[in-house]
T-cell receptor, first 115, second 114 residues
Framework: AQSVAQPEDQVNVAEGNPLTVKCTYSVSGNPYLFWYVQYPNRGLQFLLKYITGDNLVKGSYGFEAEFNKSQTSFHLKKPSALVSDSALYFCAVRDMTTGGFKTIFGAGTRLFVKA | NAGVTQTPKFQVLKTGQSMTLQCAQDMNHNSMYWYRQDPGMGLRLIYYSASEGTTDKGEVPNGYNVSRLNKREFSLRLESAAPSQTSVYFC?????????????FGPGTRLTVT
């Protein structure tokens, strides 16, 4: 079965420090991976994706993610966290078992950035 | 370019009442989706429409019906609301062209069933 896991419910980091939000996946074939962010009382916003090519993917708001095939991971990173980065982050993978129309979302990781 | 819009933003229903949540997108996307988000449960797919004229069940379809009215609009209907349907509902859309698989979400509808 295809799945995505976010092992941390919450990540705390001080402003200015680097942040990492972890994600691992299980899919058959080549994965299509995504990160989304949800601010309070808003819908999810697309941050970045990995389809193919370079393992380091750059996205919005200074975020990047590193695809690691051997570890089946797709961790979200940012060199210097901002208080405004505090939000709920979802990792997701395209579900190829149903023609690729559906997306499997992780449970989400809440990021707190302290000033 | 409004993206994905949803109406209403908030709704309170009594058990047994019916209502329709409306969703529209102006990005000419082929696929549209309805999710519900509950605390501790993440995002769960209710129904989706891969393309105009088709609809399919997701993970939690019981108690809901959908209509893909045209390419732009995808509505979600609760025929007889139950307290278990208290949730935040999100509509999303997506292109199906190669490499363009990210979804775009509406702002959500917060529904309370008493």
């Amino acid at each position: 079965a295809q799945s995505v896991a976010q092992p941390e419910d919450q990540v705390n980091v001080a402003e200015g420090n680097p942040l990492t939000v972890k994600c691992t996946y299980s899919v058959s074939g080549n994965p299509y991976l995504f990160w989304y962010v949800q601010y309070p009382n808003r819908g999810l916003q697309f941050l970045l994706k990995y389809i193919t090519g370079d393992n380091l993917v750059k996205g919005s708001y200074g975020f990047e993610a590193e695809f690691n095939k051997s570890q089946t991971s797709f961790h979200l990173k940012k060199p210097s966290a901002l208080v405004s980065d505090s939000a709920l982050y979802f990792c997701a993978v395209r579900d190829m078992t149903t023609g690729g129309f559906k997306t499997i979302f992780g449970a989400g990781t809440r990021l707190f950035v302290k000033a | 370019n409004a993206g994905v819009t949803q109406t209403p933003k908030f709704q309170v229903l009594k058990t047994g009442q019916s209502m329709t949540l409306q969703c529209a997108q102006d990005m000419n996307h082929n696929s549209m989706y309805w999710y519900r988000q509950d605390p501790g449960m993440g995002l769960r797919l209710i129904y989706y429409s891969a393309s105009e004229g088709t609809t399919d069940k997701g993970e939690v379809p019981n108690g809901y019906n959908v209509s893909r009215l045209n390419k732009r609009e995808f509505s979600l209907r609760l025929e007889s609301a139950a307290p278990s349907q208290t949730s935040v509902y999100f509509c999303a859309s997506r292109e199906n062209s190669a490499g363009l698989y990210e979804q775009y979400f509406g702002p959500g509808t917060r529904l309370t069933v008493t």
